[in-house]
């Protein structure tokens, strides 16, 4: 079947905008992850659905930063008011209830000029 | 403060080398440590460990968790070109399901 995808696959955009980033996960994984990698860097771990319920947001590195989850589904991660140190790849991965494994997106590769 | 540390960050080897990439954690409530290989952006699975001294293989990579002394090492033998990538180590843990990465360690293979 589909793998995670997840849109758009390249974001540019100007300081102070804001952005949405969305993740399509593997259908019938009901645990979503979103993750930041930063040029060199390891993934930062930003928060997890368990359904549509996230149980820690403080990954998140700022207020700016939200995620939502509908349906069990799609999520969506929202920048608000972008800086510069924004810029990273964005990360989303699935897995089923309970497993470890994580399956991973292509990601979004976000420019904050 | 969690942490994983991988090492070394990077490597250059020729095909036919055997390499040994390490993993050391500090995390509170471990619950598994993970490999993920890195070609271009999606990481892709490897290896889960939950037990120590359990060797898990898979053709030419192995690997092994010490939960007495807190690391991992995943062991590469007879490399090929295409097993040059970025090695990441993730530990997961049971506080609401977080999964902490490791820097990650460069691997390039040369012919």
């Known amino acids: 079947g589909a793998g995670v995808s997840q849109s758009p696959s390249n974001k540019v955009t100007e300081k102070g905008k804001d952005v949405e980033l969305r993740c399509d996960p593997i259908s019938g994984h009901t645990a979503l992850y979103w993750y930041r990698q930063s040029l060199g860097q390891g993934l930062e771990f930003l928060i997890y659905f368990q359904g549509n319920s996230a149980p820690d947001k403080s990954g998140l590195p700022s207020d700016r930063f939200s995620a939502e989850r509908t349906g069990g589904s799609v999520s969506t991660l929202t920048i608000q008011r972008t800086q510069q140190e924004d810029s990273a790849v964005y990360l989303c991965?699935?897995?089923?209830?309970?497993?470890?494994?994580?399956?991973f997106g292509p990601g979004t590769r976000l420019t904050v000029t | 403060e969690d942490k994983v540390v991988q090492s070394p960050l990077s490597l250059v080897v020729h095909e036919g080398d055997t390499v040994t990439l390490n993993c050391s954690y500090e995390?509170?409530?471990?619950?598994?440590l993970l490999w993920y290989k890195q070609e271009k952006k999606a990481p892709t699975f490897l290896f889960m460990l939950?037990?120590?001294?359990i060797e898990k293989k898979s053709g030419r990579l192995s690997s092994i968790l010490d939960k007495k002394e807190l690391f991992s090492i995943l062991n590469i033998t007879a490399t090929q070109t295409g097993d040059s990538a970025v090695y990441l180590c993730?530990?997961?843990?049971?506080?609401?399901?977080?999964?902490?990465f490791g820097s990650g360690t460069k691997l390039n293979v040369k012919p």
């Open positions: 991965a699935s897995s089923l209830v309970g497993m470890d494994e994580q399956y």
């Open positions: 939950t037990s120590s001294g």
């Open positions: 993730a530990v997961g843990v049971y506080n609401f399901n977080k999964f902490y």
């Open positions: 995390v509170t409530n471990f619950r598994s």
